[in-house]
Nanobody, 117 residues
């Protein structure tokens, strides 16, 4: 069973920065994609950014130029560096892993990010 554990959320002022981390454990094939999604109150969960095991990245338009996703394959760890945060970035952020070989999809428990003065 694969487990994803997020950390790094919190309260930050507009214009500030936060760095989220996600540690994956369990049996994971080397052919996968990891990503961050977020869900604000009353809204659908949306993709923020993802990165595959080859290093190719994809970002939502709303975060391009402000957020950077990265991963350490050897440790199955995912990061999201969030800069120039805005109030509209406030949401619960979820780590996701899709294992292409096993065709399995996994979610973390989520971490709250609040951007407010």
């Amino acid at each position: 069973q694969v487990q994803l554990v997020e950390s790094g959320g919190g309260l930050v002022q507009p214009g500030g920065s936060l760095r989220l981390s996600c540690a994956a454990s369990g049996i994971i094939s080397s052919f996968n994609v990891m990503g961050w999604y977020r869900q604000a109150p009353g809204k659908a969960r949306e993709l923020v950014a993802n990165i595959n095991s080859g290093g190719s990245t994809n970002y939502a338009d709303s975060v391009k130029g402000r957020f950077a996703i990265s991963r350490e394959n050897a440790k199955n760890t995912l990061f999201l560096q969030m800069n120039s945060l805005k109030a509209e970035d406030t949401a619960v952020y979820y780590c996701n892993l899709f294992d292409y070989f096993r065709r399995d999809n996994y979610w973390g428990q989520g971490t709250q990010v609040t951007v407010s003065s």
